[in-house]
């Protein structure tokens, strides 16, 4: 919420024409190493507190075109599967008049004085959906500088008018002569221009790259195994640890009988900690043979007793208090005392783990006055700061490699995986692999919050809401992971989706209370606080839909005069969807709205209901409007790969505890979507020229509704509580 307004105003004056840059960021050019023109950029959603000044300049982005011609980008950004580094260098391509397979992105060392973004917090961080929306504008304009200072270039070669000269598939050509120069021949005298005060950015409808169905990059190196992962990493004598990690939530190691362990062949070393311990072997077989030939004796600490019950009954008693104000416009009591009908009703979601497909893992190696990491992540300044705290070292003695990502969720915008990794490397002689079992990772993952809601609304004499009343409990992330974002009881990423709704509603009140669960460590999870808000305010919109006796998108349609891309979504998705037309028994179509990550989303789901309970998703149609559109690919394999996650949590998901202990260990008892159930999913996109909104996660948020939504549809039983639990859906024999 506050990211969508911060990007928006950076992104103001984003049409054609001629940009001055002192506005937007500083520029400088200057030689490469070996050649080639090398543009440096400080771009101001990076390194917020820098002077503003040119004398002051510190680059936090490299444009580097090298004698071969060949276009290297250097940017803090990761790759973990949302194609970051295919619609970047589309941005810097379209602007450049290069081929988009001439532009390598790299990414940059960890440094969070230069590359730490306001955005976020001035954490050097890849997350939040905030990529394109943030680099939209300031990329484009530097290639559109390097294309100018290189014509510039040409033109003073030829001797010749700027303006008689145009570039083309990584050539300046002097049009009336019939000359060309490629960039290559031209970088060095580029380096030696100074950098225009103003250029002019491409019309959209000049667009050759920009709005087409691009190939990922990255694709080929990931079919044929070459792409090289945290895990893949394998530097010279690297031994392999697995490990257990206290199966209570502040727990200790009691004690250890090594002695089988040690007779396992290939395991080297029995590393102890104070609340864990590893296996140190050859491979990884060894490692974990070794593990289960440990004979370990736990102290549990305090929380040897706690359950999910126990958390369940604390969130509601807490809804009793009033919390921190989110949003109140209106007059919500007046207008409840002069409803004609209220509404109530409560609402539950679950801890949820983020399960990547690549568990936790990270390579170390500690020497005496050194420590080197390989290491996929999202907040590399913030590993490799937690690994010159652990080492006791400086931070310039910490090197960090960062590799692809195979799957973040927000899992690895934590860096709890690397401090682990480094206690362990300390007592290892060499480099040392730690990779997480399954079980470990999903027992000892920092979960998506649990959240407790209360809701009633006032209706009119038609059945419309006048009166909107929330309050809700649970985690908030900000507080323990950017602590100056926690302001007045408020969590700006918790409340989002449950605030500044799309839908008119003129007295409105949303509260927000803070409760952490005892020991229960949560963190961001795809979608953040909207896979929770989206859930519970879609699915009660439903309800008061049904207590008016209206068709739900007819309802919805009412609410959004005032809201025309929300409705055009909305429509879209219904006309596809084929909303209205009739379903066999047992099946049902559900609707959601959203806009969030400054996406506007809707989502119609079509379930069938089994007589035994179970739900099968058939069919999903999602409108979007995203603004401006880089890859339409990648925004349909975006909205296809956040609706399967969102369709596991729905039907499948939840983390819960027994004893303290967590009781899902593997996909057998923490399901998700399996190929046999996948729906068919079709994504229709709405075009403008409007600021990008962020695509990575609004898939996540808008499905968990629909679903419940069009079960109700189908069975006229209302699900408040997730996952979907077939026993409540169950038909008498």
């Known amino acids: 919420m506050i990211i969508d307004r ?107 004085k230069r590359y730490g973004n306001p955005i ?23 290639g559109a500088t390097a294309r100018t200072m290189l014509i510039m270039a040409a033109a003073r070669r030829w001797n010749v008018d700027p303006a008689s000269c145009h570039a083309e598939k990584g050539n300046v050509i002097h049009t009336t002569g019939y000359r060309s120069l490629g960039y290559g021949a031209l970088a060095r005298d580029a380096a030696a221009l100074p950098v225009p005060e103003r250029v002019a950015l491409k019309r959209p409808e000049d667009f050759k790259l920009i709005g087409t169905p691009a190939k990922r990059l990255d694709t080929p190196a990931k079919v044929n195994g070459s792409a090289v992962f945290g895990i893949d990493a394998r530097p010279p004598g690297v031994k392999i640890a697995t490990l257990a990690q206290s199966p209570v939530f502040g727990g200790r190691l009691k004690s250890v009988d090594d002695s089988k362990a040690k007779a396992v062949r290939g395991v080297r070393q029995i590393v102890r900690l104070d609340d864990a311990v590893a296996v140190v072997a050859d491979h990884m077989g060894a490692a974990k043979k070794g593990l289960a030939a440990l004979v370990i004796a736990w102290e549990d600490g305090p929380h040897a007793a706690l359950n999910t019950e126990d958390i369940a009954r604390d969130y509601t008693a807490a809804l009793e208090n009033p919390g921190a104000v989110a949003e109140s416009r209106g007059d919500v009591d007046a207008a409840m005392a002069a409803a004609v009908t209220k509404v109530s009703a409560q609402y539950q979601v679950p801890f949820l783990a983020h399960a990547a497909l690549e568990p936790m893992n990270c390579t170390v190696h500690v020497r005496k006055d050194a420590c080197e990491i390989w290491v996929g992540n999202q907040v590399l300044a913030r590993a490799q700061a937690t690994a010159a705290e652990v080492t006791g070292l400086p931070l310039e003695k910490v090197i960090v490699h960062n590799h692809l990502i195979g799957g973040g969720f927000g899992r690895r915008l934590e860096i709890d995986g690397v401090t682990r990794a480094v206690q362990i490397a300390r007592q290892v002689e060499g480099p040392v692999k730690v990779v997480w079992s399954r079980e470990e990772d999903i027992q000892h993952d920092m979960y998506r919050p649990f959240f407790s809601d209360t809701f009633t609304a006032g209706l009119d004499d038609k059945g419309m809401p006048i009166a909107w009343r929330h309050r809700f409990a649970g985690s908030s992330i900000l507080a323990r992971w950017l602590p100056p974002a926690f302001n007045k009881g408020i969590d700006p990423e918790t409340i989002d989706g449950a605030v500044h709704l799309v839908y008119a509603l003129p007295n409105f009140h949303v509260e927000f209370i803070r409760k952490e669960p005892p020991a229960v460590p949560t963190a961001f999870w795809r979608s953040v606080g909207p896979s929770h808000s989206v859930f519970v305010v879609e ?47 047992g099946a049902g179509r559900g609707v959601s709205l959203q806009f969030v990550f400054g996406t506007y989303m809707a989502q119609v789901a079509e379930v069938e209901v089994a007589k035994d309970g179970s739900v099968r998703v058939k069919r999903v149609v999602c409108a979007v409007d995203c603004g401006s559109v880089v890859n339409p690919d990648t925004i349909e394999a975006q909205v296809q790969g956040a609706v399967i996650f969102g369709i596991s949590a729905a039907l499948y998901g939840e983390i ?7 009781e899902q260990s593997n996909f057998d008892n923490y399901q998700v979507v399996r190929i046999n159930e996948a729906p068919a999913i079709e994504v229709h996109i709405i075009r403008n020229n409007e600021t990008p909104g962020g695509m990575g996660e609004p898939g996540t948020s808008a499905i968990m509704p629909a679903i419940a939504n069009a079960i109700f549809a189908a069975t006229r039983k209302r699900l408040r509580k997730l996952p979907v639990d077939p026993a409540v859906l169950k038909q008498p024999a």
């Open 539 to 585: 699915s009660f919109l439903d309800e008061l839909a049904a207590a008016a006796k209206r068709d739900p998108v007819a309802y919805r349609r009412m609410l959004l005069d005032n809201a025309p891309r929300a409705r055009a979504v909305l429509d879209l998705a219904a006309e596809k969807a084929g909303w209205g037309k009739p379903l066999p028994k």
């Open 6 to 112: 911060l990007l928006t105003a950076m992104a103001t004056d984003d049409d054609a024409g001629k940009h001055d840059l002192s506005r937007r960021m500083l520029l400088k050019a200057g030689l490469a190493s070996g050649g080639g023109l090398l543009l440096s950029m400080r771009m101001p959603m990076f390194a917020a507190h820098a002077a503003a000044s040119s004398a002051d300049f510190a680059p936090n982005a490299f444009i580097r075109i090298a004698p071969s011609g060949q276009v290297t980008l250097t940017m803090p950004y990761v790759e973990m599967g949302q194609g970051t580094y295919t619609s970047i260098p589309m941005l810097i391509a379209e602007e450049l008049e290069v081929g988009l397979g001439e532009i390598t992105l790299e990414h940059a060392p960890p440094d969070e």
């Open 120 to 142: 976020l917090g001035g954490v050097q961080a890849t997350g939040g959906s905030t990529t394109i929306r943030a680099v939209w504008q300031p990329l484009r304009l530097a």
């Open 656 to 662: 819960t505890l027994k004893n303290g202990r967590v």
